[in-house]
Nanobody
């Protein structure tokens, strides 16, 4: 059974870069034909899709966040990462990584505050 675990700083200052890593076990991020997503949930709001990286490395971003987002992967570590630049308090959320919206990490709280 695949397991996902998010990691990264819980507090980021405004204008800085948010960096999170998702470590995958029980499956490979290169397994056909899975897609690996980053999703967030701001306080009191619904889920917001950020982007995804496919089993073959293709990357897709939410149009609303594309200008500030970078997703990458390290196949040797079976990890994929999220970078969100120029953060504001509106980027405060619980951030999740997921495979196919079926298997989820537990989520990590990220607060943007000075």
């Amino acid at each position: 059974q695949v397991q996902l675990q998010e990691s990264g700083p819980g507090l980021v200052k405004p204008s800085q870069t948010l960096s999170l890593t998702c470590t995958v076990s029980g499956g490979s991020i290169t397994d056909n034909y899975y897609y690996w997503h980053w999703i967030r949930q701001p306080p009191g709001k619904g889920l917001e899709w950020i982007g995804r990286i496919a089993y073959d490395g293709r990357i897709y971003y939410s149009p609303s966040l594309k200008s500030r987002t970078s997703i990458s992967r390290d196949t040797s570590k079976n990890q994929f990462t999220l970078q969100l630049n120029s953060v504001t308090p509106e980027d405060t959320a619980v951030y999740y990584c997921t495979r196919q919206w079926e298997s989820w990490g537990q989520g990590t709280q990220v607060t943007v505050s000075s």
